[in-house]
């Protein structure tokens, strides 16, 4: 009986993990939007990274000195594939593309989860996760073309969310089967003060950033602090916890969970939402049910 009661405990803590991270992420979205408002995707991006950077900085640096030294190289590679690559090209991206979309584009994660897990990892798989991610991606596809009267063009931006989604994907994989052995509270605060040190050498150095002190709007600076401490630095560690607690497959399906929020917001923020919006987010739940089957 008590290993019935633990293991539905964990089965229960699980989907609190990945819902509210969904939560969070799935809100990401729209602050990106809010603070390009009053920002270069440049600065919004290293704000966002310094903001999460300075939340975790004081417990990151206790906790280096935890990280084993052979894992020095995988650490730095997570905190540029799971927060810093990413940070830029999302805020790149969210230029030209919707807030929602650009949430469903980057349902992508689990299909390169998936792809990495195979090819890389060597992870074993079943037939209808294959179905799932596949549907998955369609959809995705779907929204990441432009159609008008006289052409379907793809949109290059867009692109952008996809080749974060490729980091995110290979980066879940890395924690799982290289880093699930370090602390989540450790992982996640040496990381996260990595990516603000970076992006703060980065946001000052000659001719690459361009502040404007004088001209900075509260509203977009505080939408890109929050973004940076709950959607970086505490998202990163509910994350952490939830891939070592699971696996890396259940881990990534948050990205299908993100959309409804994002979509919600965008509509409330007067984004279209067409037919083809539609259609994608109901193929994304059902790769959901897919995946959850495996």
């Known amino acids: ?51 999460a950077g300075l939340a975790f900085l004081p417990f990151g640096i206790g906790n280096f000195r935890k990280i084993p030294r052979a894992e020095y190289g995988y650490v730095l590679l997570t905190a540029l594939l799971g927060m810093f690559i990413p940070a830029f090209l999302f805020c790149l991206a969210q230029m030209k593309v919707q807030s929602s979309v650009a949430a469903m584009l980057n349902g992508l994660t689990p299909v390169f989860t998936f792809v990495f897990s195979i090819f890389i990892f060597k992870i074993g798989y079943k037939i209808n996760q294959v179905l799932g991610l596949l549907l998955g991606l369609a959809c995705a596809i779907l929204l990441a073309v432009e159609r008008s009267d006289t052409a ?45 040190l970076l992006a703060f050498f980065f946001a000052f150095m ?64 007067g984004e279209q939402f067409q037919m083809i919006h539609a259609l994608s987010i109901a193929g994304i739940l059902a790769a959901v049910v897919l995946i959850r089957k495996g």
Request: aromatic content about 12%; charged content about 10%; hydrophobic content about 50%.
């Open 1 to 51: 009986m008590e290993i019935q009661l633990v293991l539905k405990e964990n089965t229960v803590a699980k989907w609190v993990y990945l819902l509210l991270l969904s939560l969070i992420w799935g809100s990401s979205f729209i602050l990106i939007k809010k603070g390009l408002t009053g920002f270069g995707y440049f600065e919004a991006a290293t704000i966002r990274l310094m903001s």
């Open 152 to 196: 379907i063009t793809f949109n290059w931006h867009a692109g952008l969310i996809i080749l974060a989604a490729l980091c995110y994907g290979f980066n879940i994989n890395l924690i799982k089967q290289r880093l699930s052995h370090i602390p989540a509270i450790v992982l996640s605060t040496v990381t996260v003060s990595i990516t603000g």
């Open 206 to 269: 000659p001719n690459i950033g361009s502040y404007h002190p004088s001209q900075i709007e509260w509203m977009p600076l505080l939408s890109l602090i929050t973004l940076g401490v709950f959607g970086t630095a505490i998202a990163q560690l509910i994350q952490y916890k939830l891939i070592k607690e699971t696996s890396a497959l259940f881990a990534s399906s948050t990205t299908y969970i993100i959309p409804v929020v994002a979509v919600f917001w965008g509509i409330l923020d």
